[in-house]
C-alpha cells in the first residue's frame, strides 16, 4: 500500500470517529483499524507512526498506541 | 418439475376478513368477499369459458363468454366482473349459456385465420382451446367481409413478434401493461370492429415506450404476441421451476424446455419476489448462456503473454494446486487468496470461502459487494445488529411515502420498481432524493411529490437536514425511540442533529437543495404514515457511504418507522445474490451469518467441523489486495465469477497489481478482461446448469434449479473441492444440498433452511431457524437484533476528490435496464438492440460551453486516466455533473474512476469523479492498447496432448 493510501485511510476513519467523546473516539479508531484491517496493513501503519507518523491523525496516533498496547497485552479489541 | 401450464383462475385473489359462501352448480364454495364468480368457480375446479380475462390483471367484462346464470337475476351476467354474494346460486353450464357462448365464439373465428396447425401458439392457444370448449362446430360467417387477416406483422422487436391478424382486441396486452408493468405503452387504437392494439402512435413495438418485459406476451390469449424462441423451436414439453440470475429482485421463474433446450423462461405466479412478473433481461436475455464465446474447457499457461492451452480437469486442478502452494511457499501463508461472487449460488460462495480459510490458511476473502454493498453490512449493523434490508418486497403495498434514495429501480430493478409504481397510483407518495431525474420522478401516472436534486457527494449532508427538521419540528417518534433505542445514544445524536449546521437553511449550499423543499420532504416522510426507506448504490458508492447508511437507519428509528409492514430501511442489492455471498462469510473479516473472525467461540465451531485452524486476523479487503500485490506481498488469486479488471476503480491499479501477481486462477464463462491476466483458467457454469440457491434482496432463500447438465462436465463447487484436496485438504459433498447443510449447522440464521424445506414452501426468508422455522419476512418487530437501536452520530465529511480548473465536472456513474453491470452476460444477447454502447450525458449548459453536440466523441479523463466515448445531450443531470455506465468493457469507464474509498469499508467511490470532458475524434492511448493486449491475451493455441507444466 502507498502511504498516502493507508494515512488517507486511517485518517478517514478518525474522522468518523472525531464527533464522539475523546476517549471512545480513540477507542473506535483502535477497535475499526484491529477489526478491518490485515496485520500487514497494520504493522505498515506501526511503522509509519514508528517513524514520525507524519500527514496522520493525532487520533490515529493514540489509537495505535492502544492498540500496540493491546497487542502486547495480547488483548483482543474489537 | 412443474407442470407445463399453471392454473389461471381468471381474476385476481381477493383478502377479506369476511368470508362469502355461495353455490355453483350445487357445490358450496366459500371465499373472500370480493371475489369474482369466475374465481370462486376456479377455486371449486369449474372452469367458466373465458378469453378477456386472466389472473394476473384486474377483470374488464369485454368477451362475454364467461356469462353465467345466477338465480333471481335477469340475463347473464359476466362471472369475471360480478361479485361474490352470500347465497347466491350460480350456474355456469346451461343450453342457453351453451348457445350464447357459441354465439361469442363464432364472431370472434370469423376475423382469426385458419391456420391453427401451423400456428406457432398451437396447443397453448386460449382461443382454440375456447372454441373447443364452446363445442363449435360451424362458422356461418365467411372471410369475405372486412377483416384484419393481411394484418402486418411488427417484428421489430428482438424477443417477441405483434401478428395483429391473430389478435382478438381483448386488451389482455393493454392491461397487462399498465397494471402489471406500470409502462402504459400500448392502447387499443379505433372503435369496435377497428379496435386495434397499438404501440404508441403508430410506432413500431421498438419505436415505443415498450421496455420488453413481456408482460402483454404472457398475457396474451393468442399467437398475437408471441416469443419467437417458441416460433423457432415450438412449445415446450417441461418445466422447472428456477430462479433469475440477474439482479437482486431474485424473481422466480419456470424454465420452459424441450428436452435440455430452453425454450422460453416464464416468471412463476408463485416466485415470492416476483408474483408472476419479470424484465427484459430475466424473460428473455439468457442466450449468454450458450454463447459461442463460452469456454467449456479448463485451461492453462505459464505466462499471460502465452496462448492459453487446453488441457483436462486433472491437469488444470493439479496445476493450480501446485502453483498456489508453490506461492506460499515462497512468499508465506497470507500471499494468496480468493475473491468470491455474487452471481454465484450460496453453496458455491461458500466452498470458496471455505478454500481460503481452511485450505490457504488465512482469512483474505472478499466479494464483489465489496464495490456495492459493503457500507450497507457495516451501517446497518451499527444502527440495527445486522446487515440486512429489513422488509420483504410485499411490504412495499402498506407503504404511504417512499423516500428513494440514490437507486433507479425501474432501470435497476424493474420488477420491484412496477410494484413501487402500482403502489404509487394507488396514492403513496414519493420523495427522490438523487442527483439524476430518474424516470421514478416523472412517468406515466407517477410524480415524485418531491424531486431533492442534490449534488453528488453531498448525501450525508442532505440526510442530516431530512433529520434536523424532525428533530427541530417535534417529529420525533418518542414513544417508539424511549422503547427501542439507546437513550445515551440517541440523546447525544439529538444535540448534534439540532445544531444549526445540520439545518437546511445551511447545508443548501452543499446539497444544492432548496431548504423549503428539504423540511416539506422531511415532514412528509415524518408524518405522512408508513414511511420506507428504499436505496440503491447513489447512497454506498461514497466516501461517506457507510455514514449515510446510518443516517437512513437514524432517520427511520427517529420516526418510528421500523418493524412492521409498510416501513424499514431497505437496500436495493445489485446483483442477484450479493445479500447471499456476504451471508455465506465472504468478508474478510466475518465468518458466515456475520460473525467475526476473532471470536474465538465462533472459530472453534467452524475449526471443528472442518478440521482446520483458522486465523483470528481479518484478511485482505478487495483493494488491500491490489495494494498488496503491487507492493510484492500477495501474489496468488482465485476469482469466482467476477470480472474485476472491468468492474473495479482505477483500472490501471488493477491491471498492474493482477499484473504482479504470479498465479491468477479465474472461474468464469468467458475469457472476461481478468482472465487476460490469468494463469488458469476453470470454465464455470451458467445459472441454468447450477443446482442451489440464491438470496434474494429481501432476504428470500430461493432454489436455483439444473435445467440442464454442466457443459463444463463439474459443477463449480465440484472443482473447488477438487482443487483443495489436490492442496492437501480433502473437501467432498455428494450434492450442493450437503454444502447447505452446512451452512446450516455453521449459521444460526440460516439453521433451519434446507433443500427439502425450500422445494416444500417455495423459498424462505432468513432468519430461519427454531424461533422462525418458516423464515422472517419482517426484521426487527419486536425488538432490534443488536438488542436496543444504536443512534450514530453522522457529522458530513466532504470527500477529497474535489473539482478543480482541470477537472471542473463530476463524473458519476450507473446502469440502465437492458444491461447488467459489466454486460458479459446482456452483451452476449439481443439486448445490445437497446445499448449497443455506453454513452456520457452532459447537461445543455456544459456542452454549449464545450462546443459539443449530440452524438460527438468526447474524451472523458480524470487524473488518473482517460477514455473516449460518445456523448448525449441531457438534461437529466444537474449543470457541472456528467453520467455514464459502465457495460461495455471498451468504454472503460473505470479507467477514469479513482482510488478515493468509503472511510469505513473501502467501498469505492463510483459515485463522484472530478472530470473534463473535451471533442475527441479518436479512442483514448488505454483504448488502443487495450484492443491490442486484448486479442493477445487471449489466444488459445491449437489443442496438443496434455503435459504437466512447470
Ligand atoms: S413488453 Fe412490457 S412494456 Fe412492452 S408493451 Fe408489453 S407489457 Fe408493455
Ligand atoms: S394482442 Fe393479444 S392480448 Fe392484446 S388484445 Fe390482441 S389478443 Fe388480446
Ligand atoms: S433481472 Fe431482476 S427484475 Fe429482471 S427478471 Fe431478473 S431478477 Fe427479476
Ligand atoms: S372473460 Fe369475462 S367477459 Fe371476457
Known sequence: ?78 | MASIKQMDYGTPERVSDTQVTLDIDGRVVMVPAGTSIMRAAAEAGINVPKLCATDSIEAFGSCRLCMVEVEGRKGTPASCTTPVMPGMKVKTQTSRLEKLRRGVMELYISDHPLDCLTCPTNGDCELQDMAGVVGLRQVRYGFDGANHLKAEKDESNPYFTFDPSKCIACSRCVRACAETQGTFALTIAGRGFDSIVSAGAEESFMDSECVSCGACVQACPTATLMEKSVIEHGMPEHAVQTTCAYCGVGCSFRAEMQGDTVVRMVPDKEGGANEGHSCVKGRFAWGYATHQDRIYKPMIRERITDPWREVSWEDAIGYAAQRLRAVQAKYGNGSIGGITSSRCTNEEVFVVQKMVRAAFGNNNVDTCARVCHSPTGYGLKQTFGTSAGTQDFASVDDTDVMLLIGANPTDGHPVFGSRMKKRLRQGAKLIVMDPRRIDLVKSPHVKAAHHLQLRPGANVAAVNALAHVIVTEGLVDEAFVAERCDPVEFDRWRAFIAEPRNSPEVTEPLTGIPASEMRAAARLYATGGNGAIYYGLGVTEHSQGSTMVMGMANLAMATGNIGRRGVGVNPLRGQNNVQGSCDMGSFPHELSGYRHVSDDAVRSVFEEVWQAALDPEPGLRIPNMFDAATHGTFKGLFVQGEDIAQSDPNTHHVTSALEAMECVIVQDLFLNETATFAHIFFPGTSFLEKDGTFTNAERRINRVRQVMAPKTGKAEWQVICDLVTAMGYPMHYDNASQIMDEIARLTPTFRGVSFEKLDRLGSVQWPCNDAAPEGTPLMHVDGFIRGKGRFMITEFVPTEERTSRYFPLILTTGRILSHYNVGAQTRRTANVAWHPEDILEVHPHDAEERGLRDGDLVSLASRVGGTTLRAKISDRMPQGVVYTTFHHPVTGANVVTTEHSDWATNCPEYKVTAVQVTRSNQPSDWQVQYESDGIQRRQIAPASPPQAAE
Not at chain 1, 40 to 56: C, E, F, K, Q, T
Open chain 1, 1 to 78: 500500500m502507498k502511504s498516502t493510501d493507508m494515512i488517507r485511510m486511517a485518517n478517514q476513519i478518525a474522522t468518523y470517529f472525531k464527533s464522539y467523546p475523546h476517549d471512545e473516539a480513540v477507542a473506535e479508531t483502535a477497535g475499526h483499524i484491529k477489526s478491518f484491517w490485515d496485520p500487514r496493513m497494520r504493522d505498515a501503519l506501526y511503522a509509519h507512526v514508528g517513524s514520525g507518523g507524519s500527514g496522520l491523525d493525532d487520533l490515529v496516533r493514540e489509537a495505535v498506541a492502544v492498540l500496540k498496547r493491546g497487542s502486547a497485552e495480547g488483548q483482543a479489541i474489537r
